[in-house]
């Protein structure tokens, strides 16, 4: 089956700092990809999609500025999480499917906690 | 109204038994309809997806979907303690580009 994977799995870095997550997928191509979030005991949010070659679709009230995408090639999408705050702190997972119609596959998040 | 409700429980059932798990959605032009399982810490796993009206089965699961109603269930037979977890339903709202949008999700506890 599709697999995505997301480096790092988890990250501690200070308030201030900025951290940059990757997800590949790494047996088929992706020209979307999707950024969720999710707070511990809530669902995951959309925050964004991410378009090969375009800029990334945010969601309402996801700032652009603050949390940076790039899609550079058809397996390859990065969050950056900008001057992160305590607030940043929570799970983020990105996902993307082989086809239109097919199901999300998700890679296996990023645990961040900003200190 | 939310987009994706569903009950967040926690629905206890006891191992072997049915769990039925329910979920409600609001766009009528949805048309992809999908089940997640997510144990704590983990990101979600696909169970099932169905895209048309009606029951779909896949050894212990079974989708089901009712357009009409705008809901969408399903079954775990023969439960099992590795079935708990946190079970969310998700919707896409039509073709093209779209994310899923997700429900809160249900917790199932199955009790030996």
């Known amino acids: 089956g599709a697999v995505v994977s997301q480096h790092p799995s988890r990250v501690i870095c200070k308030s201030g700092t900025s951290v940059k997550i990757e997800c590949r997928s790494l047996?088929?191509?992706?020209?979307?990809m999707f950024w969720y979030r999710q707070f511990p005991k809530k669902s995951l949010m959309l925050m964004a999609t991410?378009?090969?070659?375009?800029?990334?679709?945010?969601e309402q009230g996801v700032e652009k500025d603050k949390f940076l995408i790039n899609h550079a090639s058809l397996t390859l999408s990065t969050l950056t999480v900008t001057s992160a705050h305590p607030e940043d702190s929570s799970f983020y997972i990105c996902?993307?499917?082989?086809?239109?119609?097919?199901?999300?596959?998700f890679g296996n998040g990023t645990r961040l906690t900003v200190t | 109204q939310k987009e994706v409700e569903q009950n967040s429980g926690p629905l206890s059932v006891p191992e072997g038994a049915i769990a039925s798990l329910n979920c409600t959605y609001s766009d009528r032009g949805s048309q992809s309809f999908f089940w997640y399982r997510q144990y704590s810490g983990k990101s979600p796993e696909l169970i099932m997806s169905i895209y048309s009206n009606g029951d779909k089965e896949d050894g212990r699961f079974t989708a089901q979907l009712n357009k009409a109603s705008q809901y969408v269930s399903l079954l775990i037979r023969d439960s099992q303690p590795s079935d708990s977890a946190t079970y969310l339903c998700a919707v896409r709202k039509g073709g093209g580009a779209d994310g899923l949008t997700f429900g809160k999700g249900t917790h199932l506890i199955i009790q030996p």
């Open positions: 047996d088929f191509q992706a020209t979307t």
């Open positions: 991410s378009n090969e070659g375009s800029k990334a679709t945010y």
């Open positions: 996902s993307a499917r082989t086809d239109l119609d097919s199901p999300l596959h």
